[in-house]
């Protein structure tokens, strides 16, 4: 886990292989004293239809996500061809209601390849990243990536500014504040890849 009081952020990478209940934070978010903000997670699983709803079924702590609401939930909705493919949806955690799971609104999905590979790299894997520091990011510090993608960071930026070329290597993080691009956890920033 990796905090920045600062920007009142947090980033939670499950162990490989692991996986925890993202309900329980923000009670450990309030037991510690703080007041808990949006949850943002990645989730891949299953996607089923039960009745009107679109649920996303896995394995782990959490069995299912009722997916509504969010920026491509209606483009989901329209991709009945996925019904029963294995998919990773990114969004934000809502509680459960009444007898429903958990919710998860659709920011992003993508399809998954078999056994849960796709053609990005899993959320846990730290990769580098040369770009340039913009000034792009709402909630978290941001860059734009040679590849021409944006990626929000969390962490020390050791005094970078938007403006600077920088190398960028960190794990994606599966759970942000940033809901924007692909949210990397720094682990290292220079001016050169090492």
């Not at 909705?77 to 493919?85: D, I, N, Q, V, Y």
């Not at 934000?92 to 590979?117: N, W």
């Not at 846990?124 to 734009?144: H, P, Y």
């Amino acid at each position: 886990m990796k905090v920045d009081l600062a920007e009142a952020q947090a980033v939670i990478l499950p162990a490989k292989g692991k996986s925890f209940d993202p309900r329980r934070i923000s009670k450990a978010i309030r037991d510690a004293g703080f007041t808990p903000g949006r949850i943002e997670l990645t989730a891949s699983g299953r996607l089923a239809k039960q009745g009107e709803l679109l649920v996303l079924e896995m394995t782990g702590a959490i069995k299912e996500f009722v997916l509504a609401g969010g920026a491509q939930a209606g483009a989901l909705t329209e991709r009945t061809e996925l019904a029963g493919k294995r998919l990773r949806v990114r969004g934000e955690l809502h509680p459960e209601h009444a007898d429903r799971p958990p919710g998860l609104t659709v920011e992003k999905f993508e399809q998954l390849r078999d056994e849960g590979k796709s053609e990005k790299p899993p959320a846990s894997a730290s990769r580098e990243v040369l770009g340039k520091l913009t000034d792009e990011g709402i909630e978290c510090a941001a860059m734009r990536g040679d590849d021409g993608k944006l990626y929000t960071l969390l962490g020390d930026l050791k005094g970078h500014r938007p403006g600077d070329t920088v190398c960028v290597r960190g794990r994606v993080a599966e759970i942000s504040f940033c809901m924007q691009g692909t949210t990397l956890a720094v682990e290292q920033i220079g001016r050169t890849c090492p």
